[in-house]
Nanobody, 125 residues
Framework: VQLQASGGGLVQAGGSLRLSCAAS????????LGWFRQAPGKERDFVAA????????YYADSVKGRFTYSRDNARNTVYLQMNSLKPEDTAVYFC???????????????????WGQGTLVTVSS
């Protein structure tokens, strides 16, 4: 499975960005899919994800109400719509896939199998 993230960039606080992650190599409808982020000098943190069935999305408390996760199984693509961005959202954002077919996605990045290369989001104040 190869994951290719895109859509990052520089935006002012309060602005919006939409990240995309296109998958190739395998249909991901049976995988949990999600987004993580890593700020400079910090650990990789969970942002949003759903389980293999593509049911409800789960969010980190820090982004709830501002970010919206979605997936399009027909296009093998997942998205992260980010609104009301804050400087503390600045990070490299990674998409990931978990082949364990869990209904509830894990917030632990260590258990996810496949990772995209990351896309940088910079929010200026």
């Amino acid at each position: 499975v190869q994951l290719q993230a895109s859509g990052g960039g520089l935006v002012q606080a309060g602005g919006s960005l939409r990240l995309s992650c296109a998958a190739s190599g395998r249909t991901l409808s049976s995988y949990a899919l999600g987004w993580f982020r890593q700020a400079p000098g910090k650990e990789r943190d969970f942002v949003a994800a759903d389980g293999w069935s593509g049911g409800s999305a789960y969010y980190a408390d820090s982004v709830k109400g501002r970010f919206t996760y979605s997936r399009d199984n027909a296009r093998n693509t997942v998205y992260l719509q980010m609104n009301s961005l804050k400087p503390e959202d600045t990070a490299v954002y990674f998409c990931a896939a978990d082949s364990r077919s869990t209904l509830t996605p894990s917030r632990n990045p260590g258990v996810w199998d496949y990772w995209g290369q990351g896309t940088l989001v910079t929010v200026s104040s």
